[in-house]
């Protein structure tokens, strides 16, 4: 076990989700459902330890993989057949989610972001140390989606994005489950 696996249950504070709906603008279809999650300073980083394998390991031990560093994109954009967790392990960001008409916030390190599959997300500025960590559940299929031409065909493949089995922060107890109510 890796030295950030360790001390996983040691670094999670347990912290009421804010959640955020956003409407379709015609661009961006956002989710029909399901709410974006924020979990802000959800992540005790130690400074004995990289931060971004913390956040690798905290999403892996809850079936969220595929992860990789880096930022955000500095455009609009979203993902229409797979959720993505956005976990900030160093810096701060001013990140709009739910595309134009959506809402601006402030994230830094520790802040973890669940985006249900179809919303948007774009970095507007950032602190030149941001470094970001995102993964994936164990089903769905990367895309990247940028233009009004993609609409239409996300409408339809959005909503066949199933739950995942565990919330990336909180696993088989944590509020996603709740809020992602497949009912």
């Known amino acids: ?27 961006v279809p956002n989710h029909p459902r399901w709410p974006m999650i924020v979990y802000p300073g959800a992540v005790e980083l130690p400074g004995d330890v990289d931060p971004a394998s913390v956040f690798e390991a905290l999403f ?23 959720h993505e967790v956005l976990g900030i392990a160093r810096g701060t960001a001013e990140v709009r989610f739910g595309g134009d008409k959506g809402e601006v916030l402030s994230v830094k390190a520790g802040d973890v972001a669940i985006l249900p599959a179809g919303t948007g997300h774009q970095r507007l500025s950032s602190s030149a140390d941001l470094l970001v960590v995102g993964a994936y559940p164990p089903f769905g299929t990367y895309d990247l989606c940028t233009s009004a031409e993609q609409h239409e065909e996300a409408l339809r493949t959005i909503p066949k994005v199933g739950r995942p089995a565990k919330d990336p922060v909180y696993g088989s107890e944590g509020p996603l489950l709740i809020a992602w109510s497949e009912d």
């Open 60 to 82: 892996g031990s809850n079936g969220w993989d595929g992860s990789w560093r880096n930022g955000i994109f500095n455009y609009v954009h979203y993902h229409s057949r797979i």
């Open 1 to 27: 076990m890796s030295k950030a696996a360790g001390k996983v249950a040691q670094i999670v504070n347990q912290r009421k989700p804010l959640t955020f709906r956003f409407a379709d603008d015609g661009l």
